[in-house]
């Protein structure tokens, strides 16, 4: 990465607003001659050796900034390239350096504010930082205890060697394993002419074997293997799906676009034509008329004929809401085939000049077009120029609207069916709580934590807690796991910084937990969201990014998944219900526990906004395919009653309940 400190003078000031200045280098890099380019340059403040928005991988600055420095920030920074598709796989590392980097914010630097905005909805400790052309990432670098340039490879550009001791091992091993990948890899041998640097990269990774996730990788630096990251669904926007009247109907998604801001005016060489693209729909339509064909994008200037929904000039959020629950995706290589596979939906993908060896997934349906393809990067205009100048003999074109037809039935007809099992529900009773309160001494000796009273809340290191109801639920919930064996793949989904997930592991299953964030309940810190991420690692749980609406893991992973008083938080309960099922293993099971009334009122408080009832919990049940009688009201409100007595920091006409589902392979 170029740095206007790393040499004797420092170059700081860029004063031009964000909107000029924009302009200016878009002007700089691809209208203008050279005379008026050093013109521009010297009003922006950029030195004339210097060129604007490239990267030279020159060995890190060395820095020993004081934190007594008026200019000194701390933390982590990072300049985040590309678009949504892009932030979609950045998520995994700024995730990764997030659980390891301690009290310590991660500033993002990146030209799209708002996507990126959009792309790290709800992450803590996330700063987002407005900087066209790389300008004030490049200024500030020095500010910071560790600076990251994210591009196709991570570059380390900044190191404050006295700061970065401080910091937790974890983090140190993970940027001196950068660091030495960058020395053996890109320092010495890359220059900084960008699409000569991507086309050695692409030519390297296609003999070593890489592609765009294990490339970020970093020789170990950040584990990418399972090409995962946690996009986090805003429940607030699933309306989207009755009001494009898609909700409990089969359809498809297509995509006719590409990204505007790097082609300006231009159409992209990887754009599958149009006119493929409505014969597509039209043979669809014929062999599945019962499945819908959603048109989505960012423009209704290409309307698909026969298309039977336009979903044109949505908020990301209502994108992602629909890609979710779409049978397939019909794209060619671009964000929202990454946006896609992140949800778990299967693609269609159509590659042309991109590599499908570089950007595909293993589980998407890849199409790569016979003869001429694969020119990303040979020549500066290849994303808007074909290198042959030949439109009739353009790679896109071969592929064929028969083929993509092919590969999306493909998709439509693997689909594997499950249907599922009531094997038990359970109502709070204080009568259990003797027979349960062995099963809570371990855990909380487990844990480091001080038992207070019988009522109380308990709290242990990095405030890890058993509230009071969970008295009675995690040792419903350990009774239930332990029916279904021992060294099971378990994960406890939403789970905040309960003390559950740790105390499983030290009984020798894998454990992973999963929350939107660890900060619930925090009185004020909001590191402990860091502290707790350190502590699950310490003990063998894997504390990650997710929640019950999209769980960043592949389908049938797991022997058991919990879900211990989350659904009373959350709306749309069945697609919660669905997410956890699908990340199941057939014969699994999932263990709910959650807080139920009698009376009518399902809003209880603001972070209570749905609370179940004996009808609400068998409607739902019967949303995804099971019928049963749960509890009868008497029982309910004697349940109610009893925890009243025995536990009265729960809120008042509610008690807790328990149940547990069995996965079963076939079904409708």
């Not at 691809?30 to 604007?52: A, D």
């Not at 986090?232 to 359809?251: A, V």
């Not at 504390?543 to 992973?557: E, L």
């Amino acid at each position: 990465m170029i740095f206007y400190a790393y040499k004797s003078k420092t170059y700081t000031k860029i004063n031009n607003k964000q909107k000029v200045r924009k302009i200016l280098i878009k002007l700089i890099k691809r209208l203008l001659p050279n005379g008026v380019k050093k013109k521009l340059k010297s009003m922006l403040g950029i030195p004339e050796h210097i060129p604007i928005g490239d990267s030279n991988y020159t060995s890190p600055i060395i820095s020993t900034v004081n934190q007594d420095n008026n200019g000194y920030v701390g933390g982590i920074a990072m300049f985040l390239g590309g678009g949504i598709g892009d932030f979609a796989i950045y998520l995994n590392i700024v995730d990764q350096i997030t659980a390891v980097c301690g009290e310590h914010d991660v500033h993002i630097y990146t030209v799209r504010e708002r996507q990126a905005k959009e792309a790290f909805f709800g992450r803590p400790n996330i700063v987002i930082h407005q900087d066209m052309g790389n300008h004030l990432f490049q200024n500030n670098c020095v500010k910071y205890d560790a600076t990251l340039n994210i591009a196709l490879t991570v570059d380390l550009c900044h190191i404050n060697i006295e700061n970065i001791r401080k910091y937790p091992p974890k983090f140190i091993y993970m940027m001196n394993t950068l660091h030495v990948y960058n020395q053996k890899y890109l320092y010495q041998h890359l220059n900084n002419i960008r699409f000569h640097r991507e086309a050695v990269l692409l030519r390297q990774v296609r003999i070593t074997g890489q592609n765009r996730w294990t490339l970020l990788g970093s020789g170990g630096a950040f584990d990418m293997r399972q090409m995962r990251s946690s996009i986090n669904l805003n429940m607030y926007s699933y309306y989207i799906l009755s009001k494009l009247n898609i909700e409990n109907k089969d359809y498809i998604t297509v995509n006719y676009g590409s990204d505007a801001e790097l082609s300006g005016n231009a159409q992209q060489t990887k754009l599958w034509p149009f006119y493929h693209h409505e014969k597509f729909v039209k043979l669809f339509k014929n062999k599945h008329p019962e499945i819908l064909v959603v048109q989505i994008g960012i423009s209704d200037k290409y309307r698909m004929a026969e298309a039977d929904i336009y979903a044109f000039n949505l908020k990301l959020e209502e994108v992602k809401i629909i890609l979710k629950y779409s049978n397939a995706h019909i794209d060619c290589e671009g964000g929202l085939v990454h946006l896609s596979t992140q949800l778990s939906t299967k693609c269609v993908v159509c590659f042309g000049p991109t590599p499908s060896y570089f950007y595909g997934y293993p589980q998407n349906k890849n199409i790569v077009p016979p003869g001429c393809t694969d020119c990303m990067s040979i020549f500066e205009d290849w994303y808007t120029v074909c290198y042959r100048n030949d439109d009739n003999e353009h790679c896109m074109t071969n592929i064929l609207p028969e083929q993509v037809l092919e590969s999306v039935s493909e998709i439509l007809t693997s689909r594997q069916t499950y249907s599922y099992e009531l094997l038990g529900r359970e109502l709070y009773s204080s009568a259990k709580l003797e027979d349960y309160r062995p099963v809570i001494d371990k855990i909380v000796a487990n844990n480091e934590m001080q038992m207070i009273g019988d009522n109380d809340h308990i709290f242990g290191p990095c405030r890890t807690y058993i509230h009071a109801s969970k008295r009675w639920e995690y040792p419903y919930i350990i009774e239930a796991v332990e029916k279904q064996g021992k060294y099971l793949k378990i994960a406890d989904v939403g789970c905040g910084r309960g003390a559950l997930g740790v105390y499983l592991a030290s009984q020798h299953h894998d454990v992973s937990i999963y929350d939107m964030d660890f900060n619930w309940d925090n009185e004020g810190d909001r590191f402990y969201n860091n502290r707790f991420m350190l502590y699950c690692a310490d003990n063998n749980v894997k504390a990650q990014y997710g929640t019950v609406f999209n769980i960043p893991v592949d389908d049938n992973t797991f022997d058991v998944v919990i879900s211990c008083s989350v659904v009373e938080h959350i709306q749309y309960k069945k697609y919660a219900l669905l997410e956890m099922l699908r990340v199941l293993k057939p014969y699994g099971v999932l263990i709910m526990t959650y807080d139920l009334r009698q009376d009518k009122n399902k809003y209880v408080d603001e972070k209570r906004p749905d609370v179940f009832s004996s009808e609400s919990i068998e409607h739902t049940l019967l949303e995804i395919g099971i019928e049963a009688e749960i509890y009868e009201d008497k029982d309910v409100l004697r349940s109610i009653k009893d925890i009243r007595e025995s536990m009265p920091l729960m809120a008042e006409t509610l008690t807790v309940g328990g149940l547990v589902i069995k996965k079963l392979k076939g079904g409708v």
